[in-house]
């Protein structure tokens, strides 16, 4: 137990360092320095600074996954649950160190196994919140799963980047309506708050 906490505490040091100074800019003589632990301290519980970031991701992703689970129990509209899943699944403007780093060529198995993560702890809790809408009449499908999929995908390429713009927008949400069954102009709150 004590060796949880303790690994626990120096993934959050990780964490805040790499946030604040960048993955490439932080040494792991720095994460040390900042624990105030021996250099084999930090050997047991990491192999490499690759290894702590993994770990570090690994926390991010929890995070996310509560603060979804958290977006699917509030008592918001439905249309309004579905993007802010979505959201909530994805690095804060505070971690955009990180998108770097992943966005990395040299990260790429790391950025391909984050995407994957995600898309597969999204899937249950938005196919979850589909059939909530279905009940309404809100959205009307069938395969709730794959559709969940193909969204979060086209959801991935549209936003991981910023490559964002009116028309790429206004072409995700209406291929999301038909893709979910749902009646022109229902997730229109996505570009609403997507500008903000």
Not at 55 to 76: F, G, P, T, W
Not at 122 to 144: H, Q, R, S, W, Y
Request: one cysteine or more; a negative charge; aromatic letters at 8%.
């Amino acid at each position: 137990m004590k060796k949880e906490l303790r690994k626990k505490e120096l993934i959050k040091i990780a964490y805040e360092l790499f946030i604040t100074k960048g993955y490439e800019n932080t040494s792991v003589d720095e994460i040390i320095e900042k624990a105030g632990i021996a250099k084999g301290t930090y050997y047991y519980y990491f192999n490499s600074k690759e290894e702590t970031l993994e770990e570090v991701i690994d926390m991010i992703m929890d995070i996310r996954v509560q603060n979804a689970k958290q977006v699917l129990m509030s008592d918001m509209p439905t249309e309004q649950k579905f993007l802010n899943i979505i959201f909530s699944l994805r690095l804060n403007s505070q971690e955009s160190n990180f998108q770097n780093t992943i966005h990395n060529p040299e990260h790429s198995i790391l950025h391909e196994k984050i995407n994957n993560t995600l898309i597969e702890e999204a899937i249950p809790l938005l196919a979850e919140l589909v059939k909530e809408g279905m009940k309404t009449g809100l959205f009307n499908c069938d395969n709730i799963e794959e559709r969940i999929r193909m969204t979060l995908i086209m959801s991935n390429q549209l936003f991981d980047h910023q490559k964002a713009n009116e028309n790429t927008i206004g072409v995700f949400i209406d291929t999301v309506e038909k893709m979910l069954g749902a009646k022109k102009g229902t997730l229109s709150i996505i570009e609403k708050l997507i500008k903000g």
